[in-house]
């Protein structure tokens, strides 16, 4: 699958089916998510995988909007350092789970990240996983074979996209 069609395709997964995961699998996401670029190249990233049922039950009970979590094989949780990267670490962390999900895709894994950082959230399930505090949480990733194949729309370009100037959608005559 090229590029495009695996933006193009993705979509988020909540139901999973019971099959695991392997390690090269998770790792294979893992990799792709660490050659995000990042600003000045401080990779101010680090993930936790979390395959323990009990412990994806509670993150699940956690974080309401993301209830599937106990019934996905194995659930990432995307860390992030403001220490490396105090202005990016966000954003940085947010492209290498961009990273994640389209590698995911493109081997038939489905994903759904779910935001956590500056949430109720993220305190509770900081404590669950033993994160230190420096780190923040940015987001979880439920990671599994997918048991249902949604489908979804987007604005069209024209709605968005804006040329040389906020509100000019001519494109501009020189290209």
């Not at 979390?50 to 019934?71: N, Q, S, W, Y």
């Not at 994160?131 to 940015?138: F, M, S």
């Amino acid at each position: 699958m090229d590029v495009i069609e695996a933006i193009r395709s993705r979509r988020s997964i909540r139901r999973y089916k019971p099959d695991p995961v392997r390690d090269d699998e998770i790792l294979s996401c893992l990799e792709a998510a660490r050659w995000a670029p990042s600003a000045d190249n401080f990779q101010p990233w680090e993930f936790l995988v979390v395959r323990d049922p009990e412990t994806r039950r509670k993150l699940a009970e956690i974080h309401t909007d993301g209830r599937f979590m106990k019934d996905s094989p194995v659930v990432l949780v995307v860390l992030t350092d403001p220490n490396r990267s105090p202005t990016y670490y966000h954003g940085d962390a947010a492209v290498a789970t961009q990273n994640l999900l389209l590698a995911a895709h493109s081997m038939g894994l489905g994903t759904c990240w779910m935001g956590v950082m500056d949430s109720a959230f993220e305190k509770p399930i900081k404590k669950l996983l033993g994160i230190p505090g420096n780190l923040r949480v940015l987001c979880t990733v439920s990671l599994g074979r997918p048991a249902e194949r949604p489908v979804s729309s987007r604005k069209s370009l024209e709605s968005i996209v804006h040329w040389e100037r906020y509100g000019f959608k001519g494109k501009s005559s020189s290209h």
